[in-house]
T-cell receptor, first 114, second 110 residues
Framework: DAGVIQSPRHEVTEMGQEVTLRCKPI?????LFWYRQTMMRGLELLIY????????DSGMPEDRFSAKMPNASFSTLKIQPSEPRDSAVYFC????????????FGPGTRLTVL | GENVEQHPSTLSVQEGDSAVIKCTYS??????FPWYKQELGKGPQLIIDIRSNVGEKKDQRIAVTLNKTAKHFSLHITETQPEDSAVYFC?????????FGEGTQLTVNP
């Protein structure tokens, strides 16, 4: 398996623009997680899905953030409109079972909002 | 919710020495404690984990200990090598989510 795939790897955009980050989890994994990593706040869980259904979105910072998982092999994290404070590395991870099973992380998307 | 504290934030050792990173957690219901290694420009990768019914686990040069009474767990790396240089994160479960510590930048000097 190729592991968790994320695209793009780098994204530079201007404040106010819409940003869409993409993730393909490992085939057969039932759980998908979106994390944000910054120097100030470390690794934060934004939202996670089980069998394509959002289970916990309490980490989503505000209404500008939204996530979808239309099928078992694809998820998106959208920021609209983007702000400079959204600049961070966004990771997608997947696991067979949430909590007590290994989470496999993708390579991340480095987002810079000017 | 769960709160995980990790120390130290930076650690520098000589090649061949041992390195120890410590974490404490707040939720007594937590039952799974993984450790992740993150190299520059990459996502975190699981290196070892321990569950609440075990006090210690070892995998070659890496070991983890857990003290549930005191609510702390530690990562031990022996015979460190330059390729061990990375950021290490501890984590703990709290209900249905993993909470990560703030990370330790480990530098192994040749």
């Amino acid at each position: 398996d190729a592991g968790v795939i994320q695209s793009p790897r780098h994204e530079v955009t201007e404040m106010g623009q819409e940003v869409t980050l993409r993730c393909k989890p490992i085939s057969g994994h039932d759980y998908l997680f979106w994390y944000r990593q910054t120097m100030m706040r470390g690794l934060e869980l934004l939202i996670y899905f089980n069998n394509n259904v959002p289970i916990d979105d309490s980490g989503m910072p505000e209404d500008r953030f939204s996530a979808k998982m239309p099928n078992a092999s694809f998820s998106t994290l959208k920021i609209q409109p983007s702000e400079p404070r959204d600049s961070a590395v966004y990771f997608c991870a997947s696991s067979l079972r949430q909590g007590a099973n290994e989470q496999f992380f993708g390579p991340g998307t480095r987002l810079t909002v000017l | 919710g769960e709160n995980v504290e990790q120390h130290p934030s930076t650690l520098s050792v000589q090649e061949g020495d041992s390195a120890v990173i410590k974490c404490t957690y707040s939720d007594s219901a937590s039952n799974y404690f993984p450790w992740y290694k993150q190299e520059l420009g990459k996502g975190p990768q699981l290196i070892i984990d321990i569950r609440s019914n075990v006090g210690e686990k070892k995998d070659q040069r890496i070991a983890v200990t857990l003290n549930k009474t005191a609510k702390h767990f530690s990562l031990h790396i022996t015979e460190t090598q330059p390729e061990d240089s990375a950021v290490y994160f501890c984590a703990a479960t709290s209900g249905s989510r993993l909470t990560f510590g703030e990370g330790t930048q480990l530098t192994v000097n040749p």
